[in-house]
């Protein structure tokens, strides 16, 4: 399975405050809002958790807690938003 790339850019905005605290979101929480309230993605609760992961396996995303399944952006994941990480630099699964 190939991991579209796309997500992590709509996952990182705004995920940072003034303070550079970096917000945590259940994945439940980002498919509500990227599918019902922006409609901005079309895919199930459950595309949206396992392309987390997926992001989480190449540091775009940090798993913060694994029993509960929180995840925020590294400094990776924004490196890549900014241009500054090119995506054949990223170790994914195909």
Known sequence: MR?????VGIFGRRLETDTGHRI???PTVVWYNLVEELEVLDRSQNTVSRRM?????AALLEKIDEKRG???ITDRGFAYLEGELDVSELEMDQ
Request: charged content about 25%.
């Open 70 to 72: 929180y995840y925020r």
């Open 3 to 7: 991991c579209r790339l796309r997500t």
């Open 53 to 57: 992961n997926m992001l989480s396996d």
């Open 24 to 26: 945590s979101l259940h």
